[in-house]
């Protein structure tokens, strides 16, 4: 079980792990978090934890012996929002392009497709398709032009 967060307090061993940030169930009985890493997975719990550590080990008193996981001490290149995003998780501009052409391609397709006699549109939509599919267009383009 990955603790991401242990402290030893006169015998007793409290620790966040698993069983509170993967938790499926709505109660939360982790008495070093109090409910913020319950359920939100490794990611943002790590995250939270490298922020809240220094309080929770301030509230377990003096004397306690912390342990923190390697992945906590860490600090993270930069920041979104609370999630920590490291440089080697970020895709790169090649996979960006590719996926989202694929992504594009997979929306005109759609757009070009026939519909069934019964859910005609009015013509203001019709219009709508039409355009948003000469503007998906210029899109694809552009797309592929970024790609080499
Ligand atoms: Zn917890």
């Known amino acids: 079980m990955t603790a991401l967060i242990t402290v030893r307090q006169g015998g007793s061993v409290i620790a ?16 070093l978090c109090g ?15 490298r922020r809240l550590a220094p309080k929770w080990v301030e509230a377990a008193g003096e004397g306690a012996e912390v342990e923190l996981d390697e992945t906590v001490q860490q ?18 501009f090649k996979h960006i392009v590719t996926e989202a052409l694929k992504s594009a391609n997979a929306a005109a397709d759609w757009l070009r497709s026939d519909w069934h006699p019964d859910s005609q549109p009015t013509d203001k939509k019709g219009a709508a398709r039409s355009e948003a599919a000469a503007l998906l267009g210029k899109a694809i383009a552009a797309m592929e032009r970024a790609s080499w």
């Open 75 to 92: 600090d993270p290149l930069f920041t979104i929002g609370d999630h920590p995003m490291e440089a080697h998780e970020l895709p790169t």
């Open 35 to 49: 409910g913020v890493n319950h359920g939100i997975g490794l990611e943002r719990a790590t995250a939270n934890t």
């Open 16 to 31: 966040c792990d698993r069983g509170c940030y993967n938790a499926k169930h709505p109660n939360c009985d982790c008495q």
